[in-house]
């Protein structure tokens, strides 16, 4: 099948070319790094003995390597490390790393652009992030017998029948990796079912609890000045809202404000272009309300809209409670529960977490996070949450503990790494320190 899927992309390229340039020019999207798309990446501007070409999708993948990429600069500074990713948030997030030699957008997986790619940076080993399988390229890396790894590997049941529905695509892809390593046991299980062997397959956790690095009681006060927030004022955050959850949240927060009549919700949109639509919303529903950018020219608004990018994981410490989106309207699927854990907030979701299922499992266990369904639940949880501030401090106190139990994921990521580079990791008191840039996740 792999041939015809081969096929298929080199034919395809003829209308891709023109199609994606002008989409880039009228969204205004990844216009910087069109050609990049094309397979004109950065070539190698520098001698090195092993090059490593990681991808990682957006900004969230982008935070989960880069405890990697440090530990493996640190250990080998000689190492090339050419980084990819796909989102535009991804790539602003991406330039900012010290740890890489370039970075760009990854390729468009038909065989003239990969080739293209791959002749230019010439990997010794390919390591891509989460969910990001590329049938044509992952084959061409085998073809070559350049290995590729998978970590922080995750598939949803909503995924992986997907693939099936592909045929014996995704299973011969699943089998030219290296290895396979993933979050928990329902990803090894999909993977397996997807035609991966045993021995391709590690669990080795999620790496974004390493590099989580929540701000100091100083950056935070700091944080809730340029909010205009009181000490004393409640704060609850729905963060990575998706169309049809705003409606809702805002709702809730209606009824909320009758009884916490000081209460403010700073409300955190997925994506930025539908700050419009949700402030069209907010001002049809009668909220005193600012964005983020505007601040300075509102008093005390009650609905406070991130306009911002990049600073959700930030705007998390300024908060009593989290709400996390994308779980309350169908298909859903959720986003990470992490970050507001590592500030010890309560975390609150809707019925549809598919692609967070054994976080949550876990969150839930511990009484950390609890499930909302309609504007009525989740009005009458924030509440009782409010209102029972021990509640709240022992909340705290186990997202602790709990985030603690989870970390060392990117430790054992840079170990398989450099196995398959054939690096032998220096001793710690000859290497270099490194100026690091650090993120909050």
């Given amino acids: 099948m792999i041939f015809f899927y081969h096929l298929i992309s080199l034919i395809a390229t003829i209308l891709i070319v023109p199609l994606f340039s002008l989409s880039s020019v009228l969204s205004k999207h990844k216009w910087k790094g069109l050609i990049h798309h094309f397979g004109w990446v950065p070539a190698k501007n520098r001698p090195a003995k092993k090059t490593l070409w990681v991808h990682a999708l957006s900004m969230g993948e982008v935070f989960a390597a880069t405890p990697i990429l440090e530990q493996l600069r640190e250990q080998n500074r000689e190492l090339y490390i050419a980084f990819s990713v796909t989102t535009d948030s991804g790539y602003t997030t991406a330039i900012k790393l010290d740890t890489v030699d370039s970075v760009f957008f990854h390729p468009l997986d038909c065989l003239p652009f990969t080739q293209l790619a791959l002749s230019r940076i010439n990997p010794d080993l390919y390591v891509v992030t989460d969910t990001g399988f590329w049938p044509g390229l992952i084959d061409l890396l085998h073809r070559k017998s350049i290995p590729t790894l998978l970590f922080n590997g995750r598939i949803s049941q909503r995924s992986a029948k997907r693939y099936l529905r592909a045929g014996s695509l995704f299973k011969d ?17 999909a993977v397996l079912a997807l035609g991966a062997q045993q021995e391709q397959i590690e669990v080795i956790g999620d790496p974004k609890y390493d590099a989580l690095q929540p701000m100091n009681n100083k950056e935070v006060q700091q944080l809730r000045k340029s909010f205009h927030l009181k000490a004393e004022t409640p704060v609850w955050i729905a963060g990575s809202t998706h169309a049809g959850e705003e409606e809702i949240i805002l709702d809730a927060h209606r009824q909320l404000l009758a009884k916490h ?8 949109p997925r994506r930025m272009e539908r700050v419009e639509e949700i402030t069209t919303l907010i001002k049809k529903k009668g ?24 600073e959700l994981a930030r705007v998390y410490s300024l908060g009593q409670i989290a709400f996390i989106g994308n779980s309350l309207v169908q298909p859903g699927g959720g986003h990470s529960l992490i970050e507001p854990l590592s500030y010890g907030l309560p975390v609150l979701h809707g019925s549809y977490v598919e692609n967070i ?29 409010l209102e029972n501030k021990s509640q709240r401090l022992e909340i705290a106190e186990k997202s602790t503990i709990f985030i603690a139990q989870q970390q060392g994921a990117s430790k054992k990521m840079v170990a398989i790494i450099n196995k398959y580079l054939k690096v032998q990791s220096p001793n710690q008191n000859n290497s270099i320190p490194l100026n690091k840039t650090r993120f909050t996740v």
């Fill in 261 to 268: 009549p000081k209460l403010v919700v700073i409300l955190a």
């Fill in 173 to 189: 892809t699943f089998q030219k990796f290296r290895q396979l390593c993933m979050q928990n046991t329902n990803g090894k299980k």
């Fill in 357 to 385: 299922g054994h976080v949550s499992e876990m969150a839930h266990r511990q009484g950390l996070a609890f499930q909302v369904t309609s504007f009525e639940t989740l009005e009458k949880k924030v509440s009782a949450l």
């Fill in 287 to 310: 909220f005193s309300f600012s964005r983020r950018s505007l601040l300075d020219h509102i008093k005390s608004p009650s609905v406070i809209l991130l306009d911002t990018m990049g």
